[in-house]
């Protein structure tokens, strides 16, 4: 089913002119905390079943399902924490950055409600560093609720003081990938852990600890508010609920919109961002550039969690569009991207490592025209051999790389093979300027 | 992350007298960050922060004193301080342009950007202008795509990047003046 009205956006008008800041007082004023109310007045064990119940599935790339990751925590072990997944540093993704500059207690009462059913003693919300302003909107927030007893209290019958902090990064994509925040959390380099131990039972200083994305905890006070069987009335029945989708590339409205999983990518491109621009559709990515590439046939590609195996790419990830006109070079398209997985790749683990910085190298051997004809098997061999699911990698960044060049390989042959030839033209411009 | 390491690879740097983590820096941060973490270590990045924006990048003698100051290890500050793109090791210009080079703004145009910056400017990526004013990086997705193309300057994120307008605005911030008709001097800055 559609959606009927905005949920996770219902502060933040459409227009750019109205959108503004929400701060405590505005936002109590439109039914904020009342769902940590509600929630506060149910046994912890009860939210949990809820959010189970709600079929929420993480918002940050995987897609976990929420409630079942909560109830892996030991019990009774504690101090325990929740680290709150800011750190939004995959390309074309913006989600999080729009939800929070506008309206930050969506995102606070959603920590304290995942924080009282689990008894969280001490929340972190890592933030990616370049976002200096959002930063500075948070900590304001945070003081808010401090000042209101959102934070700094002791739940009902226990002696568990809940905290919450903001904890800012430092301009490391890796950082979001779970471990890697935990490792970036304690001062050192954000470098992903072996798994096991998993986070909920030795995180975040060895203690056990939950890790949500800030869309899907934004998403928990509407869920306690208006039930599981309400949640479930939008999107498919393996993906639940309201989604925020970010438009970018070439697109005439580019922003970030929300609608029902399972929407068509026709329809977010077209009833909400405008249209393409500059041309006609040829490709786009699904969910942030880990996610491989959806085809020119794809368009109305039906977007929601397991898009994976119906067309071919990773999965939906973090659900930010990023559209390609039919004037694009999609050699040059797959070059940045993979530019992008040797540069974040932290360094660990030799296959992306070493294989990413090696097939950045030969796209930019084939941008230079000095493509030769079986670079396009190699380049697919190297890809294919690297990432957590082939097992040859501590975590999923490498698995990212390797969708992307082995979906562009797959849906676009002709286009790659033909830069194969010898005697190529150079390639400059990614795409005519629109 | 980043590969880059021929920062690194430079020679240990003078020493001062005077401590880069001053007391009331030390205060401040021992208050306020200390209580939130089980271990010290942790106000690592806070405190590199701090620094960051006291001087505008991170001294080598500050992760001799950081390491002190948060009782672990100097190789632990070098091993975490240098993994963060953010922890520049050496002194920047006045205004850091940070040019998004990922797929939506390059879709958008940010070749065109970085390019026409470059060519005003004379400067690459990683440089520099003579005069200390203006410091050209690249970097990967800031998290504002729908703004493609777009830059931070220093702190601020500048969207829809149009080359000639911000190179203009650039051009206007690098040739501010005081009052007395000499040019600003550096905010915040120390040593550069
Ligand atoms: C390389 C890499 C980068 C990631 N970056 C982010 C990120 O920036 N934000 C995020 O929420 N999740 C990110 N994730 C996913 C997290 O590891 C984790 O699955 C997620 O934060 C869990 O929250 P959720 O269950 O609420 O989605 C990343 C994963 C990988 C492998
Ligand atoms: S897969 Fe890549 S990014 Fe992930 S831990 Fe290994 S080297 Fe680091
Ligand atoms: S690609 Fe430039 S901000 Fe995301």
């Known amino acids: 089913m559609a959606l009927v009205a905005p949920i996770l956006l219902k502060r933040i008008p459409a227009e750019p ?75 074309g993704t913006f989600k999080d950055r729009y939800l929070v500059e506008h309206d930050p207690h969506a995102l606070l009462e959603g920590i304290a409600i995942a924080a009282y059913a689990n ?22 927030a945070v003081a808010e609720a401090y000042a209101y007893g959102i934070f700094g209290r002791k739940y009902p019958g226990t002696d568990i003081v809940h905290n919450c902090y903001v904890h800012r990064g430092a301009g490391a994509y890796i950082c979001g990938e779970e471990t890697g925040l935990l490792e970036s959390l304690e001062g050192k380099r954000g470098w992903p852990r072996n798994k096991p ?7 975040a200083f060895a203690k056990p600890t939950i890790i949500n994305n800030v869309e899907t905890l934004a998403c928990l006070p509407h869920i306690v508010l208006h039930g599981s069987a309400w949640f479930k009335s939008m999107g498919t029945p393996s993906s639940a609920g309201p989604k925020l989708f970010g438009l970018s590339g070439h ?66 990830g973090t659900a930010g569009v990023i559209v390609m006109n039919d004037q694009t070079d999609l050699v040059l398209a797959l070059r940045n991207i ?65 969708w992307a060049v082995r979906t562009f390989l797959q849906k676009f042959p002709e286009e790659f093979k033909a830069r194969l030839k010898c005697g190529q033209v150079r390639g400059v411009e990614l795409t005519a300027t629109a | ?26 205060t401040q941060v021992a208050e306020k960050y200390f209580p939130r973490y089980p271990r010290k270590q942790a106000a690592l990045l806070p405190l590199f922060h701090r ?8 001294p080598e003698q500050a992760i001799d004193e950081t390491a002190d100051f948060l009782g672990i290890a100097r190789a632990e500050v070098q091993d975490a301080v240098s993994f963060y793109e953010e922890f520049r090791l050496t002194p920047s210009g006045e205004y850091v342009i940070s040019v998004c080079r990922s797929i939506s703004c390059e879709l958008c145009g940010s070749r065109a950007v970085l390019e026409r910056i470059r060519h005003v400017f004379g400067v690459d990526p990683g440089e520099t202008t003579a005069d200390h004013k203006i410091t050209v990086l690249e970097v990967e997705c800031l998290g504002a795509c729908e703004q493609a193309p777009c830059a931070l300057v220093n702190e601020d994120l500048h969207g829809h990047l149009e080359p000639d307008n911000f190179v203009r605005k650039l051009q206007a911030l690098s ?7 000499r040019a600003a001097a550096p905010t915040g800055r120390t040593h550069i």
């Open chain 1, 338 to 402: 993979v530019r992008f997985f040797a540069h974040e790749s932290c360094g660990q683990c030799t296959p992306c490592r070493e294989g990413t910085a090696w097939m950045h190298k030969m796209l930019n051997r084939i941008v230079d025209g000095f493509g030769r004809p079986r670079d396009f098997d190699l380049l697919m061999e190297i890809a294919l051999s690297m990432g957590a699911m082939p097992g040859t990698t501590i975590c999923g960044l490498a698995d990212g790389a390797n």
């Open chain 2, 175 to 181: 040739a501010a003046r005081d009052d007395q008709g």
């Open chain 1, 251 to 316: 697109v005439n409205q580019p922003g970030v919109y929300e609608e029902a999983l399972g929407v068509k990518m026709s329809t977010l491109i077209e009833k909400y961002a405008g249209g393409v621009k500059g041309g006609k559709y040829k490709a786009a990515i699904p969910g942030g550039v880990s996610m491989g590439v959806l085809g020119t046939d794809q368009y109305h590609a039906e977007l929601d969690f397991d898009i994976g195996k119906k067309y071919n790419v990773l999965g939906l």
């Open chain 1, 197 to 203: 131990p998993f986070p909920a039972v030795a995180g």
């Open chain 1, 119 to 140: 008894r969280i003693t001490t929340s972190y919300i890592y933030i990616r560093g370049e976002y200096h302003r959002q930063a500075g909107i948070l900590e304001e």
């Open chain 2, 51 to 58: 620094l960051r924006q006291e001087y505008g990048y991170i």
């Open chain 2, 1 to 26: 992350m980043t590969w880059l390491v021929e920062d690194r690879l430079k020679p240990y740097a003078a020493r001062r007298a005077e401590p880069y983590l001053t007391d009331a820096i030390k």
């Open chain 1, 17 to 91: 002119a109205q959108r503004r800041l929400y701060r405590w007082a505005d936002y109590t004023a439109t039914g904020g905390y009342e769902g940590l109310q509600k929630a506060c007045a149910m046994p912890p064990g009860e939210v949990i079943k809820l959010v189970v119940d709600s079929g929420l599935r993480g918002r940050g790339g995987a897609g976990f399902p929420c409630g079942t990751k909560w109830t892996f925590l030991p019990k009774d072990i504690h101090p325990r924490y929740l680290a709150v997944n800011f750190d939004e540093s995959e390309p």
